[in-house]
Antibody, heavy 120, light 107 residues
Framework: QVHLVQSGAEVKKPGASVKVSCKAS????????MNWLRQAPGQGPEWMGW????????NYASKFQGRVTMIRDTSISTAYMELNSLRSDDTAVYYC?????????????WGQGTLVTVSS | DIQMTQSPSSLSASVRDRVTITCRAS??????LNWYQQKPGKAPQLVIF???SLQGEVPSRFTGSGSGTDFTLTITSLQPEDFATYYC?????????FGQGTNLEIK
C-alpha cells in the first residue's frame, strides 16, 4: 500500500526557515516525482514544485524560486522541502504528493499534511 | 499561469440527488484536468484524472467529462460520504493550478 507520512506541525517566527519531511513506503521511491503543495486556510491547494527522487532534479514554481529547496534521501525514501524567509502568509498546511511524469501530472497519493504556522 | 475557475462555489443537495460541478480553464488544456475530493481536516484525494478516468476504487456514480477549456464533474445519486469540497486541477503546464473549490453541502 502506497503511503506518504509527513513530519509534525511547526511554529516559526517571521524570517525563519522550516523543513518538512515526507517518508514514502509501498512503492519504488525513485520511480515517481514528489510534489510539494500547500493550502492556506479556506483556499485551494497551491503547487510549489517537484523533485525527481531518481536524479535529484527539481522544478519550482516561480513564486517560490529562491526561497524553496527540495531534496531527497533515497536511502530512507524520504523527501524534504525547506522554505526560507517565512512570512505570515506562509501559514498553511503543506503536503507532499506523488505523481508520474509518464502517466500525467495528477497527485496521488498525498501525505497527511503538515501545519506550518508563522507568527511572531 | 493557467487560471482555473469553478462554479458554483457552493452547492446544497440531498442524498440521491444528481449534481454537476463545472471547471473552466483560461486556455485550452486538452484533457489535462483532474478532480479531487477533500473532507475537513484531510488531504485531497484524487477522484478523476485525465478529464474522465476514474481513480482506483472511486464509485461509478462519479463521472468526468470535457476537453479544451470546459469540464464537468457529475455525481449521480449522491451518498452521505460524497458531501465534501471538490477541486479541479490542470496538469497541462507548470505551475499546476487548482480551482477555488466547490463546497458540496447537505440540504
Amino acid at each position: 500500500q502506497v503511503h506518504l507520512v509527513q513530519s509534525g506541525a511547526e511554529v516559526k517566527k517571521p524570517g525563519a526557515s522550516v523543513k518538512v519531511s515526507c517518508k514514502a513506503s509501498g512503492y519504488t521511491f525513485t520511480g515517481y516525482h514528489m510534489n510539494w503543495l500547500r493550502q492556506a486556510p479556506g483556499q485551494g491547494p497551491e503547487w510549489m514544485g517537484w523533485i525527481n527522487p531518481n536524479t535529484g532534479g527539481t522544478n519550482y514554481a516561480s513564486k517560490f524560486q529562491g526561497r524553496v529547496t527540495m531534496i531527497r534521501d533515497t536511502s530512507i525514501s524520504t523527501a524534504y522541502m525547506e522554505l526560507n524567509s517565512l512570512r505570515s502568509d506562509d501559514t498553511a498546511v503543506y503536503y507532499c504528493a506523488s505523481s508520474s511524469s509518464w502517466e500525467g501530472w495528477w497527485f496521488d497519493p498525498w501525505g497527511q499534511g503538515t501545519l506550518v504556522t508563522v507568527s511572531s | 499561469d493557467i487560471q482555473m475557475t469553478q462554479s458554483p462555489s457552493s452547492l446544497s443537495a440531498s442524498v440521491r440527488d444528481r449534481v454537476t460541478i463545472t471547471c473552466r480553464a483560461s486556455q485550452s488544456i486538452g484533457i489535462s484536468l483532474n478532480w479531487y475530493q477533500q473532507k475537513p481536516g484531510k488531504a485531497p484525494q484524487l477522484v478523476i484524472f485525465a478529464a474522465s478516468s476514474l481513480q482506483g476504487e472511486v464509485p461509478s456514480r462519479f463521472t468526468g467529462s470535457g476537453s479544451g477549456t470546459d469540464f464537468t464533474l457529475t455525481i449521480t445519486s449522491l451518498q452521505p460520504e460524497d458531501f465534501a469540497t471538490y477541486y479541479c486541477q490542470q496538469s497541462y503546464s507548470t505551475p499546476y493550478t487548482f480551482g477555488q473549490g466547490t463546497n458540496l453541502e447537505i440540504k
